[in-house]
T-cell receptor, first 117, second 112 residues
Framework: GAGVSQSPRYKVAKRGQDVALRCDPI?????LFWYQQALGQGPEFLTY????????KSGLPSDRFFAERPEGSVSTLKIQRTQQEDSAVYLC???????????????FGAGSRLTVL | DQQVKQNSPSLSVQEGRISILNCDYT??????FLWYKKYPAEGPTFLIS?????DKNEDGRFTVFLNKSAKHLSLHIVPSQPGDSAVYFC???????????FGSGTRLQVQP
C-alpha cells in the first residue's frame, strides 16, 4: 500500500483482556518499529524488527507485551492481561533505508488508540 | 530521565512571520536528529533531518540548526503558514541503538 496501515484504529478493552494490534508496513520496507505514545507525550520506542528478526525489544514495558513479524512484512503487537496504564496510542513505523544512513526516515501509521477500562 | 527536551509546550505566531521551535538533548552519543510534524488523529510525518557532521540543513521553508557544543537544535519555519499549525516533535538517535528518542512536542499555532 501507499502508507503504513494500522488496525484497529480504536480499541476499548476491559482490564485483564488480551489485545492484538496489527501493522501493515509499506511494501518492501525491511525495518519496522513499534512506539507507544501516552497522552501529551512523545512516542516512546518499544521494539524493532529487521525483516522477521526482532533485533531490539528493550522498550517493551513488561513481559505482557509481545511483538512478532513472522514473514517479514505484517507485524502484530500483543498485550496480555491489559492494565489501565497500557492506555495509549500505539504507533507502527517502517523504513526502506538502513539505519545510520542520512536517508533513513521512519514513516508512521496513524496509530491504534487503546483504552483500557 | 528525559534525554530529549522540548521545553515549550506551545507557540503562537502570526502568518508570514518566523516560527522557531527549540529542542535540547543530554545524550552526547546522539548523532542524527529529526523533526516530525503531527496533525490530530494522524501519525507523525517526517519533516527534516540533520546529522551531527552538519550544523544546518534547509528544505524549502524549513531549516534545522544544530549546535553540538550546546546540545541544542532548532527548527525555523519561514514564512509560517496556517497549515503549519500542528504538534512538532524533535527526535534523536545514535546509530548503536536503532531507536528514536522523542521530545514531548511543541504545539504550533499559526494565526491568519
Amino acid at each position: 500500500g501507499a502508507g503504513v496501515s494500522q488496525s484497529p484504529r480504536y480499541k476499548v478493552a476491559k482490564r485483564g483482556q488480551d489485545v492484538a494490534l496489527r501493522c501493515d508496513p509499506i511494501s518492501g520496507h525491511v525495518s519496522l518499529f513499534w512506539y507507544q505514545q501516552a497522552l501529551g507525550q512523545g512516542p516512546e520506542f518499544l521494539t524493532y524488527f529487521q525483516n522477521e528478526a526482532q533485533l531490539d525489544k528493550s522498550g517493551l514495558p513488561s513481559d505482557r507485551f509481545f511483538a512478532e513479524r513472522p514473514e517479514g512484512s505484517v507485524s502484530t503487537l500483543k498485550i496480555q492481561r491489559t492494565q489501565q496504564e497500557d492506555s495509549a496510542v500505539y504507533l507502527c513505523a517502517s523504513s526502506l533505508a538502513d539505519w545510520g544512513t542520512e536517508q533513513f526516515v521512519l514513516t508512521f501509521g496513524a496509530g491504534s488508540r487503546l483504552t483500557v477500562l | 530521565d528525559q534525554q530529549v527536551k522540548q521545553n515549550s509546550p506551545s507557540l503562537s505566531v502570526q502568518e508570514g512571520r518566523i516560527s522557531i521551535l527549540n529542542c535540547d538533548y543530554t545524550n552526547s552519543m546522539f548523532d542524527y536528529f529529526l523533526w516530525y510534524k503531527k496533525y490530530p488523529a494522524e501519525g507523525p510525518t517526517f519533516l527534516i533531518s540533520i546529522s551531527s557532521i552538519k550544523d544546518k540543513n534547509e528544505d524549502g521553508r524549513f531549516t534545522v540548526f544544530l549546535n553540538k557544543s550546546a546540545k541544542h537544535l532548532s527548527l525555523h519555519i519561514v514564512p509560517s503558514q496556517p497549515g503549519d499549525s500542528a504538534v512538532y516533535f524533535c527526535a534523536a538517535s545514535d546509530t548503536g541503538r536503532r531507536a528514536l528518542t522523542f521530545g514531548s512536542g511543541t504545539r504550533l499555532q499559526v494565526q491568519p
